[in-house]
């Protein structure tokens, strides 16, 4: 008998085992979901993660204490919409065909959620893509029309048509977002969702919560604030990026327009009042009055200075101005960042989801005297990157290796077991997500921005970038090439291109960006071919 029960027990254990080892496997190997959050014009140095002089994102941060961030993350080409068809085609702008602001997407191109979708995920897009108003591969979205609105948005929506939402923008993304995932989703397949974020784009409204605490701070200014661009091409002189000249005073710095007519001070250019009133003119009298109560005092307190304050005074009000508002943003970005992974977290959906926090480009926080992006130097070309994926990736890990936008949905696609399309032209992160470093092997990547002359006047330019060095080329009514010392000179204040100590290197990047354009099917034809395209298309009607 005893022999018999101690069988009996046997069985029950090894069966039991054998039944908890399945179930452990079967969760294991089931399909991530991917959570891909994404704001606008996010700055990496305005995230404490990697830089706390500005400000403290404690919610963000939480990816990289749990997960890896990236420090050579950049993209291929620093422009809002071009930067999202990049991510969402894993193409560069010349095959994807969206180069600049100014052409539309085409329709044509195959993106990475109708793969997920066609793969038996559920996908939902909710914030602003920027671009078309019927995202293809999305079961649910809900859009910003273009660039959106801070308060009372309106949204494009795939069931309702166009609908007004009261509240501000970045809450209201995220309550579409927690609503989906509470409500809407299919749980019985892994989803990828999109998750995007107007904020921090200009003009930069912060929430009533946050710009009655923000516009009362102080911020450290950058030390090249006032760099006069020596030692550098025509393009950093001929740039239309500096805060003191070209950030509009109403649109952008928030004086009232009375108070500019009071002071004689005239429009940057000729949207600016009407920028004001934009996003003012959207608000309830509860907002307005929010508003005035932060903003009015500001307004008086410059009144009463103006007639003293020297370019340099006035520069550095400026700036002020502008970290109160844009850091501001970051605030309520961080804050909802923070809700979406406590859901996770309470969910019981963390350990299966991929989450990857980023920004569609870099921007300048008072380097170089600039706001914006577009440039190839680091503040616009670098992006942040912090990718977190439990029993993945292990916490607190930094890379450094040179990654790109133009990775992601091959990374998102291998991650899912999804075979991805052989004209992408990114390579997964998987090997460096997962400790495999080794089977990572990109020396440099390729940079081209083509929207010139646009807003901002930054001259079309393609580069390659390592590690070390960064070599730039502008070829459009100039021809000129910067060459940058990355290790030796990480502010990038003095071009080296015609330095003999770096002519061995100078000649190897030129062989190698050769190589490059070739890998990546561009060619001087086709920057000929594009830019009389743009040129013929937007004077037109000056002809």
Partial sequence: MKINFLIITLCFVALFSCSKEKTTNNESSKRPNILFIMSDDHAYQAI????????????IDRLADEG????????????CAPSRAVILTGKHSHINGKTDNHFPFNKDN??????????????????KLHFGNNPQGFDEFKILIGQGHY????????????????????????????????????????????????????????????????????????????DDYSNRGTAAHTAEMNILE???????????????????????ADWDIKAFHKERDRMTDEQKAAWDASYRPINDEFIKNYANMDSTELMKWRYQRYMQDYLGTIASVDENVGRVLDYLDENKL????????????GFYLGEHGWFDKR???????????????????????????????????QTFLEAAGIKEPEDM??????????????EWDREAVYYHYYEYPSIHMVKRHYAIITKEYKLIHYYYDVDEWELFDRKNDPHELKNVYDDPEYKDIVTQLKSDLKDLRIKYKDSSEIDQKLLKKYLDSKFADQR
């Fill in 48 to 59: 404490s993660a990697y830089d706390n002089k500005l400000t403290n994102t404690p919610n």
């Fill in 68 to 79: 890896m961030l990236f420090t050579n993350a950049c993209v291929t080409n620093s422009i």
């Fill in 110 to 127: 195959v993106t990475f959620p109708q793969i997920f979708q066609e793969a038996g995920y559920q996908t939902a897009m909710f914030g």
């Fill in 151 to 226: 308060y009372n948005p309106t949204f494009i929506t795939k069931k309702e048509g166009k609908k007004d939402y009261p509240g501000y923008v970045t809450d209201i993304v995220t309550d579409m977002t927690l609503n989906w995932l509470d409500k809407e989703r299919d749980e019985s397949k892994p989803f990828m969702l999109m998750y995007l974020h107007k904020a921090p784009h200009r003009e930069w409204l912060p929430a009533a919560r946050h710009h009655k605490e923000y516009t009362k701070k102080s911020f450290q200014e950058p030390s090249t604030l006032f």
């Fill in 246 to 268: 070209h950030m509009n005073w109403a649109g952008d710095s928030k004086l009232y327009p009375e108070v500019m007519e009071k002071l004689n001070i005239a429009e940057t």
């Fill in 350 to 361: 963390a350990d299966n989801t991929l989450v990857v926090y980023t920004s569609d480009q």
């Fill in 375 to 409: 440039f190839a130097y680091n503040e616009s070309f670098k992006t942040p990157l912090l990718i977190r994926w439990p029993n993945k990736i292990k916490p607190g890990i930094t890379n450094d290796e040179m990654v790109q936008n133009l990775d992601f949905a």
């Fill in 425 to 438: 032209q990114g390579e997964s992160l998987m090997p460096l997500l997962t400790g495999n470093d080794a």
